[in-house]
């Protein structure tokens, strides 16, 4: 049997390449980020090469951005364009109403705008991302914050229940800076059984910019696993 890490990525590149055939010929594309995301990207690349498809995306970060660049797809931007056909983005964690848990690479904020416009939100991962209820095994809810708000917010996220830690940087000293500039807290709040009310008191903390969790947005999902893809579609309730 192949090691754990071999199947992991072969299963998020075949749900990023099974993801990426949603995509028609005229359309404009939300280019998600992470490393599954960056799987998307590619191979909408590798369309547009070989099938000659004319797509436009708009990156929700500068990974995408500079993915969407390398690999040859023209990029335009939410002025031009402010309802977008298809996003394809990844998530941490995907529950059993496929709600989600995103931002652990910190483009929540984008994600969540870029995905909002579009008319369908299609997520690829890999079967590892998928739990019963969002929360379980320590993850936590990523949090952008206005850095001026930062320690009231951590507060505040201590109040609704939360164990809030400010995210450092790897190879940076000090916070992480998002691409828009703010700052994010991991907020850790055990097993989210109703994310939608979590959702709503969290941004009603000022100075929350956005949070990562994702309800009621996603269409579908393509679940990588070590035999094929699954399909997983949400059922409008
Ligand atoms: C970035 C995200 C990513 O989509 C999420 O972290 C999943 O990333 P990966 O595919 O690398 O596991 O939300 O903000």
């Known amino acids: 049997m192949k090691p754990k890490q071999d199947w992991i990525e072969t299963a998020k590149k ?26 998307a990207i590619e191979e909408l690349g590798n369309r547009i090469k070989h099938e000659g498809l004319h797509v ?6 500068y990974q995408a951005f500079m993915l969407a660049v390398k690999h040859k797809i023209h990029i335009t931007t939410l002025e031009e364009h402010t309802t977008l056909d298809l996003t394809v983005d990844g998530a941490d964690q995907i529950d059993e109403n496929l709600n989600l848990i995103k931002g652990m690479g910190g483009a929540l904020a984008r994600e969540k705008i870029v995905a909002s416009a579009s008319k369908k939100l299609i997520i690829v991962a890999d079967e590892s991302k998928k739990v019963k209820v969002l929360g379980e095994n320590n993850q936590p809810v990523p949090i952008e914050v206005l850095p001026f708000a930062a320690s009231y917010v951590m507060r505040k996220v201590g109040d609704a229940g939360g164990k809030p830690v400010l995210r450092e940087g790897a190879r940076k000293v000090g916070p992480v800076i998002t691409d828009n500039g703010n700052f994010i807290i991991d907020a850790g709040f055990g097993p989210i059984p109703k994310p939608e009310r979590l959702e709503r008191e969290l941004k009603a903390i000022s ?21 094929g893809v699954g399909k997983l579609y949400r059922r409008i309730k």
């Not at 390449?17 to 995301?37: F, Q, Y």
């Not at 910019?209 to 393509?222: A, I, Q, R, W």
């Open 207 to 227: 100075g929350v910019v956005e949070t990562g969790l994702f309800v009621k947005m996603v269409h579908s999902v393509y679940l990588g696993k070590r035999q």
């Open 14 to 39: 075949n749900a990023a390449k099974e993801a990426v055939r949603n995509v028609k010929d005229g359309s404009v594309v939300g280019l998600g980020s992470g490393s599954t995301a960056a799987f």
């Open 56 to 61: 436009l995306g708009v990156p929700t970060s």
